[in-house]
């Protein structure tokens, strides 16, 4: 029985990874850094604070990650400024999940001022009881304090709770949180590791729809 459900937002609600990744490439040329674009697959999901202290390992202690995050987020910014993409079945799955009363949470690594931008553009903040993001949490993604305080807030129990995440380190939060990882391939395949902590790996929100139809009957 699935009784809540918990979102990631970036890649899994909608399709904005492809803008990260090019914030992220073209900040990084012109800093003159190489192998950006092979980086991005190892920070998808993880925190600010995360993101900064592995760059710092690649790029050495003295390296400004604050700083070159924040102009990375400043490109991103302007990139999303004309539309921002839903995912396809986003609203079908909404909309059914609100028809049959199940509490929603998005639980997101991106700050809550792009956040809430994102969820008004895109009208999906109506749908949610609860936004949750990194900034409100101690540890972000992988830990498990994110999904912990998504369900906290929504009266949920982990154990009836299956999260659709997109990142590698969002189904590791998840799994660690004991609730039912649901990956939504975006850009990352699955591996041997999603498939060992997912309750199930879907190649789209309609498919979902239809797991969560299928496991309520």
């Known amino acids: 029985m699935i009784k809540y459900v918990i979102f990631d937002m970036d890649g899994t609600l909608i399709d904005t990874e492809p803008l990260y990744e090019k ?22 999901g993880r925190s600010i604070e995360s993101i900064c202290l592995m760059m710092k390992g690649w790029f050495g202690d003295d390296f400004d990650a604050s700083g070159f995050f924040a102009e990375r ?11 921002v993409p ?31 931008g994102n969820m008004e ?3 999906i903040g109506k749908y949610m009881d609860a936004v949750v993001t990194a900034e409100a949490v101690e540890h972000g993604k992988p830990e498990p304090d994110i999904f912990l305080e998504a369900a906290r807030r929504i009266g949920a129990d982990p154990l009836y709770t299956v999260v659709c995440e997109d ?29 060992r ?19 309520n009957k």
Request: charged share 30%.
């Open 23 to 44: 914030a992220w490439v073209d900040i990084g040329e012109k800093w003159g850094l190489s192998g950006m674009k092979e980086k991005y697959p190892l920070i998808v």
């Open 86 to 116: 839903l995912k396809d079945g986003c609203i079908e799955l909404l909309e059914y999940l609100k028809q049959q009363g199940i509490p929603m949470a998005i639980a997101t690594s991106t700050p809550m001022y792009i956040t809430s």
């Open 197 to 215: 902590l997912c309750f199930a790996t879907c190649k789209d929100l309609f498919e979902v729809k239809e797991l969560i139809k299928k496991e």
């Open 121 to 123: 553009k895109t009208g």
């Open 167 to 195: 990142s590698i380190n969002g189904i590791r939060g998840a799994h660690r949180a004991q609730m039912k990882p649901i990956m939504v391939v975006d850009r990352l395949s699955p591996t041997e590791e999603t498939d």
């Open 73 to 83: 987020m400043q490109r991103f910014v302007r990139l999303i400024e004309s539309e």
